[in-house]
């Protein structure tokens, strides 16, 4: 039994949910599942329950959690602190991300960061634009990346990309590689909520082109829908990047245009914080490696860094 397994039940035991649980460790999800699965056979019996929504505890990982939370977290301090005595820069960063975002660069960022500052402990969470914009107003977070309508400029905030926004369905045989946004629109959608920069961007382009939309339902969590997606329950307007990871031949992806709409991802850092190194060298890499996913293919977007 390694301290990382333990570490990795607890944040599944945290989130619920196994791809969400993937993506803040920067692993696939099978190995994770695989690591849960060998903790499981050595203790002898199943610690979660699964179903097509995620995961919950068994009565037997209940008590284990319980009982082997805090130790877990002395044995993590222990650790930092020895890292620490040996590098010279030790301590933690508070980073807010948004789902469009922390899912394609999510095992980049976290692997490249914590192989620079193996003694910094880095602290990652995830949240609608209007939510990182309000932590980092109460300084409970020291960078953020977040999503807008335009570009923005200023010393504390930097637009890093802009990105496309594509009709993503279920696949019937649709060819042609864009939409227009009126027929996007006209079948129901899963729509983001109006804290959510997606959501104001449909909103907004509907109301200028006196389009009704029909909503299927409000979700900001596209992962939650997609499988509702792929099996015709309705349609989503996304960034490419929620679209990370296989199964696309069961989705009909065009890019939505006769307007084509455009998503804005931008980095903020705490007015507090911005001379720190730390924090300085997690701006770094988020640059280094956005720039580098874009140029590779696994982001689509212009990188726009300024």
């Not at 599944?12 to 695989?34: D, F, M, W, Y």
């Not at 995961?55 to 977290?73: E, K, N, Q």
């Not at 590689?177 to 959510?196: D, G, K």
Request: proline letters at 3%.
């Amino acid at each position: 039994m390694k301290l990382r397994q333990l570490k990795n039940f607890l944040l599944i035991a945290e989130t619920g949910n196994l791809l969400r649980a993937a993506a803040h460790l920067g692993v696939a999800q099978p190995a994770l599942s695989r690591d849960l699965k060998l903790l499981e056979e050595e203790l002898s019996t199943r610690l979660f329950i699964r179903d097509g929504r995620g995961v919950s505890l068994t009565r037997d990982g209940a008590i284990f959690r319980a009982a082997i939370a805090s130790h877990v977290a002395g044995l993590e301090a222990a650790k930092q602190a020895l890292i620490g005595r040996r590098t010279g820069v030790v301590g933690s960063i508070r980073l807010g991300w948004t789902g469009t975002i922390s899912i394609p660069l999510a095992s980049r960022v976290i692997s490249a960061f914590t192989q620079r500052f193996p003694g910094v402990e880095l602290h990652a969470r995830g949240g609608s634009s209007l939510q990182i914009a309000e932590w980092l107003a109460r300084d409970e977070i020291d960078i953020g990346v977040f999503n807008s309508e335009r570009a923005a400029s200023g010393s504390l905030v930097e637009t890093l990309m802009s990105a496309r926004l594509f009709h993503v369905a279920r696949a019937g045989g649709e060819s042609a590689p864009t939409i227009s946004f009126a027929e996007a629109t006209a079948t129901p959608l899963f729509m983001h909520s109006r804290q959510n920069a997606l959501g104001r961007i449909v909103e907004t382009c509907a109301r200028e082109h006196d389009i009704a939309l029909r909503i299927y339902a409000e979700v900001d969590d596209f992962v939650a829908v997609r499988p509702m997606i792929e099996e015709g329950h309705g349609a989503a307007i996304v960034p490419l990047s929620l679209l990370h990871g296989g199964g696309l031949d069961r989705l009909a992806i065009r890019q939505v245009t006769d307007p084509e709409l455009i998503l804005y991802f931008h980095l903020a850092v705490s007015k507090i914080k911005r001379s720190n190194p730390t924090v300085r060298g997690l701006a770094e890499t988020i640059r280094s490696e956005l720039r580098q996913a874009i140029a590779q293919g696994h982001v689509d977007g212009e990188f726009r860094p300024g």
